[in-house]
C-alpha cells in the first residue's frame, strides 16, 4: 500500500515515519521545511481553556465528551496519549513528562507556560516556590533580555502560592568572531564545540551564587544533544533553557531527529515542491499532482494524509473578498460563517477565524457538509483541523500527534 | 501647580503647530508649544506621506495648486531628510473620462504647476505595474514626505530658537481676563501634574480639534469639520513613483511610495469626533478595488496595516455641509480679536501638510501685526536641523547605513533595518515614551512583521536603558501590540492572515505573553 503525505511539520513526519514502520511505501511532499523549527520545542497537550490546565489529558477527555466542535473530539484521548508518548520514543530521550501534568515553564518574557513534554535540558525550569534563579545570557543575542524574563518571573504568583526568586545578570561572549549581532542558531551551532562550551561557561560560572539555578537562551548546542550536560558540568550548577522566538533551536532539534528517522526508514521525501491537487476516481483519491520544475509530478496514492497545517502555512486562506478555502483539494471547511474579525485586543478572545479547517471522523478522514467522507481515502491530520486556536489552548502538538495515530491507526486498519 | 511664563503659546504638535513655534521662535519670540500627546500623533501622522505637486487641486482648487507647488519646493530644501523626490504621475484610467485630462491639462498651465505629458509606453517604464490599458499620463513633482520626521525637524530647530516643546501636556483652561488672553493651563499626562503657562498670545492649532480648543477661550462656533479617511499601508513599493489618478479629487485615488511600503489613500466622509476615526471594511474594499484600477493585481499584494485619519476642514458656506471631500482645501485663520472682541487668540484650521509652512507664516504675519512688531518670515531660507546637507531622504538610507556597521551592531528591527544604537538614543531623549512614540520616530514595528520580532527586543532593551521598570516596559509592550492590532483587523485577508498565525504562535504560542502578570496600577 502507499500513501502521500503532505507536510513536513509535526503530524506529517510522525505520520511517514508510523506507516513506514508498519511497512507502507510512503512518499512524503512537502513545500517548506515544515513548523517545527517555528516552535518552542515542547509538546503541547492541553494549556489553557481557558484557565490554566493542570492535567491535560483529563481536559482532552472532557472537551472530546462535551465540544463535538473540537478535534480532541474526534481524536479521542486514547490516540493523544499514544501519540505523545510515540513521539517522544522516537527521539529517544531527549523528550520528558507527562500528558497527565503540566509543567511551568520560563518563557523569554518571563511568563509561566504550562506543557506537557519538556525537553531534558528544560527540566531544571520548572518553577517552584522560593526557588532561586538566575536568568543570564550573552549581550550579543538580542532576543533574550534576561531582566525582563527575571522580573516578570519574580511577580508572578505560582498556582499553589509562593514566587519564585528571580535575579539577573548579561555576560558578553559573540557566537562567532566579533559578531554583535548573532542569532540564537549561531550560538547554537558554536556550542556544539566542545572549546566554545568552556569558554561560555567561564563567562558564566562567575555570575553564579550558591543555591541558583541557572535560566539561559534555548541555544545550549544544535547537533549534540549532551551540549548543555557538558554546560552544565562546567558551570557547576543547574542550569536550564528558555524558548526563543523564531528560528528555535529545541523545535530543530527535534525536527532533526524525525527527518533523520525518516529518511533512516526510507521515506521517500519530495521537499520545496507544493501539491497542486489530485485526481479521483470512485470517491477515491488516486494520485496527487506535485508542482516541480519542468513539469508537474503525478504520483500514485492509495491514501492520502494531508498534514499541510493551517494558515500559517498558507494551506487554509482568505482571501480579499472574504471567501475562506483550503488550498490543495478545495476541502470543505467549517467555521467560516464569521462576519470579521473581531476588533480587541491582539491576544483578546480568541478569533473565530483560526478555529476555520476541515471537519473529520474518527479515522481523520475529511468530511463534507453532509457528514461523508469527501474521499475514502483522504485523512488530515494537525493544524488543518477545525475546531482549535492552537497557540492560545497551547494543545498544537496534542492535536497534531493524536491525528497522525488515528489517521495512521485508520490506514492501517484497512480503512 | 508648575508655573511657566512666555511670549506666544502655540496649542496643538501636529505639522501646523510645529510650523508656528519654529515660526514664532525664530522671529525671536519666546515660545512653548503644548500637544496632549505626540508630536504628529493626529492628523499628520494619519495621512498618506504625499508631498502635493499642487496637480491634485489644477482643476478642483487653483489656489491650493499654485501654493502646493511654491511649498513643494520649499519643504523639499529646508526638510530634506524627510523628503523623498519620488516624482509622480497623473494616469488616466481605462474607463476614466478624457475631457477631465484636457481641463487638468489647462489646470496645470494656468497655476504654475510644472508638468510634462508623457507617452503611456514611457510612464509603464518608468511604473512597470502601472495599468498597461492607461490612456494618458503627465509627470509632475510629487514627493513624498515623513510628517513626522518634518513635524520634530520643525521642533528641533524651534528649540534651537530658544522655544520649549511640552508634549503629553493637555490644554484644560485657557485663561481671560475679559478681552485677554492671560495664559493657559494643561494637565501634563505623563506626571499628572498640573502646569499654568502665562503669556501674551496663544496660537490655536489644534487641527480637528480647534474648535475645542476655541471653545475654552468662550469663543464659540468655530465649526471644524473632520472629514475622515482610511488609508492601507501595502508591505512593498508596488509603485517608486506616486501614481495618482487623472480624475476629480476622489476616492482611493492615490498610490504613494512611503518608506519600505506603498500608501493608497484615500476615502472622505464627514464625522462628528476626530477621537474616534472608523475603518469600515467596506471601505477598505473601496480601496482594493481602486488598488486595482492602478496597478491590476493590487488585491493580491499584502496589506499590512490600515489606520483612518481626520482633515480638519473648516465649515464652507459654499458646499453642501456633508461634502467633506469638496470643501476647501485651503487654510482659514480665525481672528478672534475681530470675530470675539478677544485680544491674544488666533486660530487656524485647514489647509495641508504641505502648505504648513505657508499656513505658519500667515498666522504667525498676523500674530506680529497685531502686537504692533515688524519681524519678517524666515522659515524659507532655513534648513532644520537634520536637513543642513540638504540630502533628501532615500529609501535605501538605512541599508547604506546597516553595511557600514555590519556585525558591530544589532539590528533590532529587520524590517525597518532600525538599530539599538539608534532606539537606545531617542530612549535616553525621551525617557518617557510609549513604544508608539519611538515608533513614529524610528518606525519601529511599522514594517512586514508589525512588531513580531522587535516589540519583545524594545521592552528588553527599555528595561535595560534603566528608564523603566518591568511592570512599566511589559505594560508598554501590551499597549504597542493592542494599537498595532487596531489596524490589522480590517485588513485581515491574503498573507497578512499568515504574518498575524505567525505572531500570535510567537506571542502566544511560544511566548505566552497573554499571561503576563498585569500591573496593579497601569502608569504607562
Not at chain 2, 510628517?147 to 534651537?160: C, H, I, K, L, T
Not at chain 2, 512688531?373 to 547605513?401: F, I, M, W
Not at chain 2, 528588553?460 to 498595532?484: C, H, P, S
Request: glycine share 12%; net charge negative; with cysteine.
Amino acid at each position: 500500500m502507499k500513501t502521500v503525505v503532505i507536510g513536513a511539520g509535526i503530524a506529517g513526519l510522525v505520520t511517514a515515519i508510523r506507516l513506514r514502520e508498519a511497512g507502507q511505501d510512503v512518499t512524503l511532499v512537502t513545500k517548506g521545511l515544515g513548523g517545527l523549527q517555528l516552535g518552542q520545542g515542547t509538546l503541547d497537550v492541553f494549556g489553557y481553556n481557558p484557565d490554566r490546565v493542570d492535567s491535560p489529558i483529563a481536559e482532552v477527555e472532557k472537551v472530546a465528551a462535551a465540544d463535538p466542535g473540537h478535534p480532541y473530539a474526534a481524536i479521542g484521548a486514547d490516540a493523544v496519549r499514544t501519540g505523545v508518548e510515540y513521539m517522544a520514543g522516537l527521539v529517544g530521550g531527549l523528550l520528558e513528562g507527562s500528558v497527565d501534568e503540566n509543567i511551568l515553564l520560563p518563557t523569554a518574557v518571563g511568563a509561566m507556560r504550562p506543557t506537557s513534554y519538556i525537553q531534558s535540558s528544560m527540566a531544571n525550569g520548572a518553577c517552584t516556590a522560593g526557588k532561586k534563579l538566575l536568568i543570564a545570557g550573552p549581550e550579543q543575542l538580542k532576543d533574550f533580555y534576561p531582566q525582563l524574563i527575571a522580573g516578570n518571573l519574580a511577580r508572578t504568583d505560582l498556582p499553589g502560592g509562593g514566587r519564585v526568586e528571580a535575579r539577573s545578570a548579561s555576560f558578553s561572549i559573540p557566537a562567532r568572531g566579533t559578531e554583535a549581532d548573532s542569532s540564537g542558531l549561531q550560538y547554537a551551532r558554536a556550542l556544539d564545540r566542545p572549546e566554545y562550551r568552556r569558554q561560555f561557561a567561564a563567562a558564566i560560572k562567575p555570575l553564579v551564587r550558591d543555591g541558583e539555578t541557572v535560566g539561559l537562551p534555548a541555544v545550549l548546542g544544535l547537533n549534540d544533544l549532551n551540549a548543555w550536560r557538558d554546560l552544565q558540568d562546567l558551570i557547576g550548577a543547574p542550569i536550564f533553557e528558555i524558548p526563543l522566538p523564531p528560528p528555535g533551536v529545541p523545535g530543530m532539534r527535534l525536527n532533526q531527529l524525525l527527518t533523520d528517522l525518516a529518511k533512516e526508514k526510507r521515506v521517500k521525501v519530495i521537499l520545496g515542491s507544493p501539491v497542486l491537487g489530485g485526481t479521483a476516481e470512485d470517491g477515491r483519491l488516486v494520485s496527487v499532482t506535485v508542482g516541480s520544475t519542468g513539469h508537474d509530478m503525478v504520483v500514485r496514492a492509495d491514501h492520502v494524509v494531508l498534514c499541510a497545517g493551517g494558515f500559517e502555512s498558507g494551506s487554509l486562506e482568505l482571501d480579499s473578498y472574504g471567501v475562506m478555502s483550503e488550498t490543495i483539494f478545495d476541502l470543505p471547511l467549517v467555521g467560516t460563517d464569521i462576519p470579521e474579525p473581531t476588533h480587541g485586543q491582539y491576544w483578546g478572545d480568541p478569533q473565530p477565524m483560526f478555529r476555520v479547517g476541515v471537519k473529520v471522523d474518527s479515522a481523520m478522514r475529511v468530511l463534507d457538509a453532509a457528514g461523508q467522507p469527501v474521499y475514502a481515502n483522504l485523512h488530515a491530520a494537525g493544524g488543518i483541523l477545525a475546531g482549535a486556536v492552537r497557540w492560545t489552548e497551547k494543545n498544537g502538538e496534542g492535536i497534531a500527534l493524536g491525528s497522525a495515530i488515528a489517521a495512521t491507526d485508520a490506514i492501517l486498519g484497512g480503512i | 501647580m508648575k508655573k511657566l511664563e512666555t511670549d506666544v503659546v502655540v496649542i496643538g504638535g501636529g505639522a501646523t503647530g510645529a510650523g508656528v513655534v519654529r515660526d514664532v521662535a525664530m522671529r525671536g519670540y519666546r515660545t512653548i508649544l503644548v500637544d496632549r500627546a505626540d508630536l504628529g500623533q493626529g492628523t499628520t501622522g494619519r495621512y498618506h506621506g504625499l508631498l502635493h505637486s499642487g496637480g491634485r487641486y489644477v482643476v478642483s482648487d487653483p489656489r491650493s495648486a499654485t501654493e502646493c507647488a511654491e511649498e513643494n519646493e520649499i519643504i523639499t530644501r529646508i526638510h530634506a531628510d524627510a523628503v523623498e523626490t519620488t516624482g509622480g504621475l497623473f494616469v488616466v484610467g481605462p474607463d476614466d473620462p478624457l475631457d477631465f485630462a484636457d481641463d487638468w491639462l489647462k489646470g496645470a498651465q494656468a497655476t504654475g504647476v510644472p508638468h510634462e505629458e508623457i507617452t503611456v509606453a514611457e510612464a509603464l517604464r518608468r511604473e512597470p505595474r502601472l495599468n498597461p490599458k492607461s490612456k494618458r499620463a503627465f509627470a509632475v513633482l510629487d514627493g513624498t514626505v515623513d510628517g513626522w520626521q518634518m513635524v520634530w525637524g520643525a521642533a528641533r530647530s524651534a528649540e534651537d530658537y530658544g522655544a520649549q516643546i511640552l508634549t503629553y501636556h493637555e490644554v484644560t483652561e485657557v485663561i481671560r481676563d475679559g478681552e485677554k488672553v492671560l495664559g493657559v493651563r494643561a494637565i501634563d499626562h505623563k506626571s499628572g501634574e498640573e502646569v499654568q503657562i502665562d503669556c501674551t498670545f496663544a496660537i490655536n492649532a489644534g487641527g480637528p480639534w480647534a474648535g475645542q480648543i476655541a471653545g475654552m477661550a468662550q469663543c464659540p462656533d468655530v465649526d471644524v469639520v473632520p472629514g475622515r479617511g482610511i488609508m492601507i499601508a501595502m508591505n512593498h513599493r508596488l509603485v517608486n513613483q506616486v501614481v495618482n489618478r487623472c480624475i476629480y479629487p476622489s476616492d482611493g485615488d492615490i498610490l504613494v511610495p512611503v518608506h519600505t511600503v506603498c500608501i493608497i489613500g484615500t476615502t472622505d466622509v464627514k464625522v462628528e469626533d476626530p477621537d474616534h476615526l472608523a475603518i469600515p471594511r467596506d471601505e477598505v474594499q473601496q480601496m482594493l478595488d481602486a488598488g486595482e484600477v492602478l496597478v491590476p493585481g493590487f488585491r493580491q499584494a499584502r496589506a499590512l496595516h490600515a489606520w483612518s485619519g481626520a482633515r480638519p476642514l473648516v465649515k464652507d458656506s459654499r458646499v453642501s455641509a456633508t461634502d467633506t471631500r469638496h470643501m476647501s482645501r485651503g487654510m482659514s485663520i480665525i481672528d478672534h480679536q475681530s470675530r470675539d472682541g478677544l485680544n491674544g487668540l488666533l486660530t487656524i484650521a485647514g489647509g495641508k501638510l504641505t502648505t504648513y509652512r505657508l499656513m505658519a507664516k500667515n498666522i504667525v504675519d498676523v500674530m506680529v501685526e497685531q502686537m504692533g512688531d515688524d519681524r519678517p518670515c524666515r522659515t524659507e531660507t532655513e534648513a532644520v536641523p537634520g536637513s543642513k546637507t540638504q540630502k533628501n531622504y532615500h529609501v535605501t538610507h538605512r541599508l547604506e547605513n546597516a553595511e557600514k556597521i555590519l556585525r558591530k551592531e544589532q539590528i533590532v528591527c529587520e524590517c525597518e533595518l532600525m538599530t539599538r544604537g539608534q532606539l537606545e538614543e531617542l530612549i535616553h531623549e525621551q525617557p518617557t515614551a510609549s513604544f508608539d512614540d519611538l515608533r513614529r520616530q524610528l518606525r519601529l514595528g511599522m514594517g512586514p512583521c508589525q512588531g513580531g520580532f522587535c516589540s519583545v527586543r524594545a521592552a528588553g532593551i527599555m528595561q535595560e536603558t534603566g528608564k523603566a521598570d518591568v511592570e512599566r516596559v511589559t505594560e508598554l509592550l501590551r499597549k504597542f501590540l493592542k494599537n498595532r492590532w487596531i489596524g490589522l483587523w480590517p485588513i485581515l485577508y491574503g498573507d497578512q492572515v499568515r504574518q498575524t498565525a505567525l505572531d500570535n504562535w510567537i506571542f502566544q504560542g511560544t511566548l505566552d505573553m497573554d499571561h503576563l502578570p498585569e500591573a496593579e496600577e497601569a502608569h504607562v
